[in-house]
Antibody
Framework: EVQVVESGGGLVKSGGSLTLSCAASGFTFSNAWMSWVRQAPGKGLEWVGRIKSKIDGGTTDYAVPVKGRFTISRDDSKNTLYLQMNSLKSEDTAVYYC??????????WGQGTLVTVSS | QSVLTQPPSVSGAPGQRVTISCTGGSSNIGAGYDVYWYQQLPGAAPKLLIYGSTNRPSGVPDRFSGSKSGTSASLAIAGLQAEDEADYYCQSYDSRLSGYVVFGGGTKLTVL
């Protein structure tokens, strides 16, 4: 069974940093593209960024609002995806979902982890 | 303002058929890119409902169907059930945007 489980959310002050983790199981993680998608309270879904598998180059892409502040990385030996978030702003407050990415769509989602940025 | 436009809400009685539209433009749906639909039940994570514009993942009832024409796509739900009450999001690919992924603003489906 495919599972992705996020952790690391919490309360952080504006300007601070936080790193989210996503533990994957039930599929060959090293072959998978992975993404983060977020959802602000009461709002819709917003794509954050993506990392390709190493065999596909291992490159990352980011949405404009987070580019230069957020970094996605992966440790294939640990089947784990990371999202390092720096210079956090109040508008980054959201539930962050880890997703397995079938190229440009998201076929499995975690339960999400809440990040709250206080001003 | 989302790149893909969905109605904020739709409603229907049990057993009825409802459709949710997703309108894009020439750089996304109109360019021939596929549309994907996600269902988000209250308090839950989103779940893939339709991929490749018209295909259902294993386990999704055939009451759910997707279509695409021109710069728009639609999700149809036949034989509405109370458990279909949820938020529905469309998603596609946009050649003009960094990373290319775009979501609609979401549609709240209420089963009367």
């Amino acid at each position: 069974e495919v599972q992705v489980v996020e952790s690391g959310g919490g309360l952080v002050k504006s300007g601070g940093s936080l790193t989210l983790s996503c533990a994957a199981s039930g599929f060959t993680f090293s072959n998978a593209w992975m993404s983060w998608v977020r959802q602000a309270p009461g709002k819709g879904l917003e794509w954050v960024g993506r990392i390709k598998s190493k065999i596909d180059g291992g490159t990352t892409d980011y949405a404009v609002p987070v580019k230069g502040r957020f970094t996605i990385s992966r440790d294939d030996s640990k089947n784990t995806l990371y999202l390092q978030m720096n210079s956090l702003k109040s508008e980054d407050t959201a539930v962050y979902y880890c997703t397995r990415t079938a190229r440009y769509f998201f076929d499995y989602w975690g339960q999400g982890t809440l990040v709250t940025v206080s001003s | 303002q989302s790149v893909l436009t969905q109605p904020p809400s739709v409603s229907g009685a049990p057993g009825q058929r409802v459709t949710i539209s997703c309108t894009g433009g020439s750089s996304n749906i109109g360019a021939g890119y596929d549309v994907y639909w996600y269902q988000q039940l209250p308090g839950a994570a989103p779940k893939l409902l339709i991929y490749g514009s018209t295909n259902r993942p294993s386990g999704v009832p055939d009451r759910f169907s997707g279509s695409k024409s021109g710069t728009s796509a639609s999700l149809a739900i036949a034989g509405l059930q109370a458990e279909d009450e949820a938020d529905y999001y469309c998603q596609s690919y946009d050649s003009r945007l960094s990373g290319y992924v775009v979501f609609g603003g979401g549609t709240k489906l209420t089963v009367l």
